[in-house]
């Protein structure tokens, strides 16, 4: 993960943009694979998890010291869920007194060549 310590109002804008196609790719592969998984009885979970000191946060705490978001892909079966994968999106963390943030080094290469493709991860399905 690179580390950011310092945010400009045009990297601010790019990670919240960033953040909000993770969500639009989550929803998108979630319906294109919905049919498949409730064919055999499963539900597919595919979201853009956001939290802060292990709680629910909004979008607009991005910036906040201890939140985090990331992907999580998972599967519903009789009642139970099944994590699968756990993808590191963005974490806003404070260590000695230094606030700074992560972002996943190839984040940004990949939304840029996944927001027109299909996440190689399902397409062996």
Known sequence: MRQIFQLDDKLRTEIMEFEKSCEEICRSQQKKFEDLFNKKRKRLTVELIREKKGKIAAANDIFEENYESYIETGIEEDGEYFPDAYIPVWKCLKKCNNKYRLQCKDEM????????????????M
């Open 109 to 124: 290469k990949w939304q840029k060549s996944k927001r027109a493709n299909n996440l190689s991860a399902f397409n062996g």
